[in-house]
């Protein structure tokens, strides 16, 4: 009866091992993941770099949504929003050069390290200006006046804010 037993036991184990190996070599679907495309097709375009636990993204996200004056300065310009914590692969053309790399290395390419991050380019893919952190409506409305009428070839946005007065 010992023998038995003594024969049988590596067999079961055998048997049990190979019944695993069989359930985790079954296939495994591959869920097929939509890249993004932020090109912009418009003359300009705003990227805003996020993350998760951003509150403050959380409310530049309700700001976008609420505020008329924001929705109708931002008709002109393609919105874009990328995840930092995100590996989802995206499509960019920065410094004149398209390229292809999940959200977050992306992210940490344009040093968007901060939440919400915001970049302004154009179409040929330069970056025309970046702001780290939140701002208020009204700022924000100001910020993409001075981008799209081009105020940003002659001269700098804090000097641009201050003289319409939205500082």
């Known amino acids: 009866m010992k023998r038995l037993i003594a024969l049988l036991f590596p067999l079961i184990l055998l048997i049990g091992c190979e019944e695993k190996k069989a359930e985790t070599s079954a296939p495994v679907k591959e869920e097929k993941v939509e890249k993004k495309v932020i090109i912009p097709k418009k003359d300009y375009a705003l990227l805003i770099v996020e993350s998760k636990?951003?509150?403050?993204?959380?409310?530049?996200?309700?700001?976008?949504?609420?505020?008329?004056?924001?929705?109708?300065?931002?008709?002109?310009?393609?919105?874009?929003?990328?995840?930092?914590?995100?590996?989802?692969?995206?499509e960019a053309n920065f410094g004149g050069k398209i390229v292809e790399m999940s959200e977050n290395e992306l992210a940490k390419t344009l040093n968007a390290l901060s939440f919400p991050n915001l970049?302004?380019?154009?179409?040929?893919?330069?970056?025309?200006?970046?702001?780290?952190?939140?701002?208020?409506?009204?700022?924000l409305v100001c910020i993409i006046d001075y981008v799209k009428t081009g105020a940003y070839k002659e001269e700098d946005?804090?000097?641009?804010?201050?003289?319409?007065?939205?500082a």
């Not at 893919?125 to 701002?135: E, H, K, T, W």
């Not at 946005?157 to 939205?166: D, F, I, L, P, Q």
């Open 53 to 90: 636990s951003c509150i403050y993204c959380k409310q530049l996200d309700k700001d976008l949504k609420t505020e008329k004056s924001l929705q109708d300065a931002l008709k002109d310009i393609d919105l874009y929003r990328i995840l930092y914590e995100s590996y989802t692969p995206v």
């Open 119 to 139: 970049i302004f380019y154009d179409k040929q893919g330069n970056i025309i200006l970046q702001i780290p952190g939140y701002v208020y409506p009204t700022q």
């Open 157 to 166: 946005v804090n000097t641009y804010v201050k003289k319409k007065g939205c």
